[in-house]
T-cell receptor, first 113, second 113 residues
């Protein structure tokens, strides 16, 4: 069964304290691993797409990496405005209706000034 | 500003009411999605439309009825809902169902009394 597991569930950091979020996945026929940011009461906002092991993407203080079994979202010197829920999602699977995107439960990040 | 527009932002309805949620995108995307999200939970896939045809229905109760009138519009018709159906309903679109990131709207917050 296709599955996405994120850890930790919640992460509290001081401003400037770098850390990483983990996303482990099992999916048949990966068609992309995605990272999204979601603020309370809003829809998820796309951050990165990774397609193959070894691939890396960067945007400001965020860097996403991918292996065959997991992805990491590295946050360097975070600021309070980085506080949000970070969702990992994978697209793939075998379904007669086509591929579908499955989300992990997310990591809630709190950055204190 | 999101390029996927959802209306209404908030909806309160009784269990005997009939209402609709609407979603519009003008990015030329050929896949559109409905997700349901409960508080502190990940988005759960409900329906996928690919090239205006329903391709995935995740065993959603018949009190939810999707409709895709054209490539830019997606509706979700609601009838005889239950209080447990209260949630944030998210519409999303992607280039197509096989590849590409999801672009989400801001969501419609539904409360069933």
């Amino acid at each position: 069964e296709d599955q996405v597991t994120q850890s930790p569930e919640a992460l509290r950091l001081q401003e400037g304290e770098s850390s990483s979020l983990n996303c482990s996945y099992t999916v048949s026929g990966l068609r992309g691993l995605f990272w999204y940011r979601q603020d309370p009461g809003k829809g998820p906002e796309f951050l990165f797409t990774l397609y193959s092991a070894g691939e890396e993407k960067e945007k400001e203080r965020l860097k996403a990496t991918l292996t065959k079994k997991e992805s990491f979202l590295h946050i360097t010197a975070p600021k309070p405005e980085d506080s949000a829920t970070y969702l990992c999602a994978v697209r793939g699977g075998q379904n007669t209706g086509g591929f579908k995107t499955i989300f992990g439960a997310g990591t809630r990040l709190f950055v204190k000034a | 500003d999101t390029e996927v527009t959802q209306t209404p932002k908030h909806l309160v309805m009784g269990m005997t009411n009939k209402k609709s949620l609407k979603c519009e995108q003008h990015m030329g995307h050929r896949a559109m999605y409905w997700y349901k999200q409960k508080a502190k939970k990940p988005p759960e896939l409900m329906f996928v439309y690919s090239y205006e045809k329903l391709s995935i229905n995740e065993s959603v109760p018949s009190r939810f009825s999707p409709e895709c009138p054209n490539s830019s519009l997606l509706n979700l018709h609601l009838h005889a809902l239950q209080p447990e159906d209260s949630a944030l309903y998210l519409c999303a679109s992607s280039q197509d169902q096989d590849f590409g990131e999801l672009f989400f709207g801001e969501g419609s917050r539904l409360t069933v009394l």
